[in-house]
């Protein structure tokens, strides 16, 4: 053997053992390997509609924001790509969306191999779970929840499509769909990037949709708390569980009713409408926005004030162990109370009668400020590469980093360099700042003493 390949072997094994070395570098390392795979195979001739291979910026842009479950595109998918191309986008989404190490666990319980420790140290980082317990019985209930839940989903868009084509399309479309909308993917087979906006006022699609959206942003732990109750309807539901439901059940009426007093009399988008489709499209957008991606009203009609309320609405996001991405619920409910306590001189943040640790709240404050440095370095950025308006590509990188996957138009005018920073948005969006800074920073020790305590004016 040569002496420089085995150099180059020395260099793999030593990359490869850097990246074994700690749960978020095999996380980093596994999405890596899905998205150049997927990329892969989407630049495959059989992959395109018309025979011929896109190129590979393109096929790694589509492949990241499937795999980030993203939705973002530079070419219509209905159109652009072949059946093949299409179930290699809905094999990413699903991989992306519910974790490619639960999926690993799938075929590892299906073999009958044991679960190793390391591995479920990898599972814990995956499912954002504070320990080991119950990981393994938690990703059989992921993988039911999410296989049962599509199933339904699918079942309904059949029927619902079966109006307007054969049964063979109808399933398809289903199928397709059912897996987009409930990983909030937001990918769609519509064509002409029209997305929903032929069922903007129909009942059925839009509840349908939404059902899965916001069922797929709660995220698989209040799925799997929500499913215990069918044992015991007195048992209380968690902690988390709670103020999952309710900011998420505050942030869709919230961003509901802002979106329909501010579009009222906007003939662009809902103005022409009745009272009745006025409010149906205002509460789609609403929740879609979180990080769903799937839209009946395209939003560069929207009037700059509705277009900025959905920016903060995509940063904000799903919640954690979900399929969507953002700062995440529950972070947002932890800075709000940290507010309130602060306001009514209360040293504890304190939720249903619980004490938040400061730890907590120390995590909450942490990644609320690297999604904003990253958000804003982005932006800045894609101003320098890109000729648009700056809410435009404001709300270009926050939909990609919130993985929400809604566009003002702006990505299938986008330069190599700024598909390149949009690949990297979406990337560290759905890995998660957090890991992804754990993951390329050196081993860390706690600290074996404390300084002396010294003071500072706030404010």
């Given at each position: 053997?040569?002496?420089?390949?085995?150099?180059?072997i020395?260099l793999?094994n030593k990359?490869i053992?850097?990246?074994?070395?700690?749960p978020p570098?095999?996380l980093?390392?596994g999405?890596?390997?899905i998205i150049?795979l997927g990329?892969?195979?989407?630049?495959?001739?059989?992959?395109?509609a018309?025979?011929?291979s896109i190129?590979?910026?393109?096929?790694?842009?589509?492949s990241t924001?499937?795999?980030c479950?993203t939705?973002?595109?530079?070419?219509d998918?209905?159109?652009?790509?072949s059946?093949?191309?299409?179930?290699?986008?809905?094999?990413?989404?699903?991989?992306?969306?519910?974790?490619?190490?639960?999926?690993?666990?799938?075929f590892?319980?299906?073999?009958r191999?044991r679960?190793?420790l390391?591995?479920?140290?990898?599972?814990?980082?995956?499912?954002?779970?504070g320990s080991?317990?119950g990981?393994?019985?938690?990703v059989?209930?992921v993988?039911?929840?999410?296989?049962?839940?599509?199933?339904?989903?699918a079942?309904?868009?059949t029927?619902?499509?079966?109006?307007?084509?054969?049964?063979g399309?109808?399933?398809?479309?289903?199928?397709f769909?059912s897996?987009?909308?409930?990983?909030?993917?937001?990918f769609d087979?519509?064509?002409?990037?029209?997305?929903?906006?032929k069922?903007s006022?129909?009942?059925y699609?839009n509840?349908?949709s939404?059902l899965l959206?916001?069922v797929?942003g709660?995220?698989?732990?209040?799925?799997?708390?929500?499913?215990?109750?069918?044992?015991?309807l007195k048992?209380?539901?968690?902690?988390?569980t709670?103020?999952v439901?309710?900011?998420?059940?505050?942030?869709i009426?919230?961003g509901?009713?802002?979106?329909?007093i501010f579009e009222?009399?906007?003939?662009?988008?809902?103005?022409d409408n009745?009272?009745?489709?006025k409010?149906?499209?205002?509460?789609?957008q609403?929740?879609?926005?979180?990080?769903g991606?799937?839209t009946?009203?395209d939003?560069?009609?929207?009037?700059?004030?509705?277009?900025?309320?959905?920016?903060?609405?995509?940063?904000?996001?799903?919640?954690?162990?979900s399929?969507?991405?953002g700062?995440?619920?529950?972070?947002?409910a932890?800075?709000?109370?940290?507010?309130?306590?602060?306001?009514?001189?209360?040293?504890?943040?304190v939720?249903f009668?619980?004490?938040?640790?400061?730890?907590?709240v120390?995590?909450?404050?942490?990644?609320?400020?690297?999604?904003i440095?990253?958000v804003?370095?982005?932006?800045m950025?894609l101003?320098?590469t890109?000729?648009?308006?700056?809410l435009k590509i404001l709300?270009?990188?926050t939909?990609a980093?919130g993985?929400?996957?809604?566009?003002?138009?702006?990505?299938?005018?986008l330069?190599i360099?700024?598909?390149?920073t949009?690949?990297?948005?979406?990337?560290i969006?759905r890995l998660?700042p957090?890991t992804?800074?754990?993951?390329?920073?050196?081993?860390?020790?706690?600290?074996?003493?404390?300084?002396?305590?010294?003071?500072?004016i706030?404010g």
């Amino acid at each position: 053997m040569r002496e420089s390949e085995k150099v180059g072997i020395d260099l793999v094994n030593k990359v490869i053992r850097w990246f074994g070395q700690s749960p978020p570098r095999t996380l980093l390392l596994g999405f890596v390997f899905i998205i150049l795979l997927g990329a892969q195979l989407l630049k495959l001739p059989a992959a395109s509609a018309d025979g011929h291979s896109i190129k590979y910026i393109d096929a790694l842009f589509t492949s990241t924001s499937a795999t980030c479950v993203t939705g973002l595109v530079v070419y219509d998918t209905g159109t652009q790509f072949s059946s093949f191309g299409h179930w290699v986008i809905a094999a990413l989404v699903q991989i992306g969306g519910i974790g490619f190490m639960t999926m690993a666990t799938l075929f590892a319980l299906i073999l009958r191999r044991r679960i190793s420790l390391k591995e479920r140290l990898i599972l814990q980082e995956s499912l954002n779970q504070g320990s080991i317990e119950g990981l393994v019985r938690l990703v059989r209930k992921v993988i039911f929840f999410a296989l049962a839940i599509e199933l339904v989903g699918a079942a309904l868009y059949t029927g619902r499509f079966l109006f307007d084509m054969n049964f063979g399309q109808a399933l398809y479309h289903g199928i397709f769909h059912s897996i987009s909308v409930f990983n909030n993917a937001g990918f769609d087979l519509s064509g002409n990037s029209s997305s929903f906006s032929k069922y903007s006022t129909d009942l059925y699609m839009n509840v349908v949709s939404m059902l899965l959206i916001i069922v797929g942003g709660f995220g698989f732990i209040v799925l799997s708390d929500l499913f215990d109750l069918r044992h015991n309807l007195k048992r209380r539901l968690s902690l988390h569980t709670k103020v999952v439901l309710i900011v998420s059940g505050i942030l869709i009426v919230v961003g509901a009713v802002v979106i329909f007093i501010f579009e009222f009399t906007n003939s662009h988008s809902i103005g022409d409408n009745g009272f009745g489709k006025k409010t149906l499209v205002s509460i789609f957008q609403s929740v879609t926005t979180r990080s769903g991606g799937v839209t009946t009203v395209d939003v560069a009609d929207f009037r700059q004030a509705t277009q900025f309320f959905i920016i903060i609405l995509m940063f904000i996001g799903a919640s954690p162990g979900s399929t969507g991405g953002g700062i995440k619920t529950t972070t947002f409910a932890v800075l709000v109370g940290a507010v309130f306590a602060m306001i009514r001189g209360k040293e504890d943040v304190v939720m249903f009668r619980f004490r938040l640790a400061q730890e907590r709240v120390y995590k909450a404050v942490t990644v609320t400020l690297f999604c904003i440095g990253i958000v804003m370095l982005g932006t800045m950025i894609l101003c320098t590469t890109e000729d648009a308006a700056f809410l435009k590509i404001l709300f270009e990188s926050t939909s990609a980093f919130g993985t929400v996957g809604l566009s003002m138009g702006l990505t299938g005018q986008l330069t190599i360099a700024g598909k390149l920073t949009i690949i990297m948005l979406m990337f560290i969006g759905r890995l998660g700042p957090l890991t992804l800074t754990y993951a390329l920073a050196p081993k860390l020790e706690k600290a074996r003493y404390r300084h002396a305590e010294g003071k500072i004016i706030i404010g």
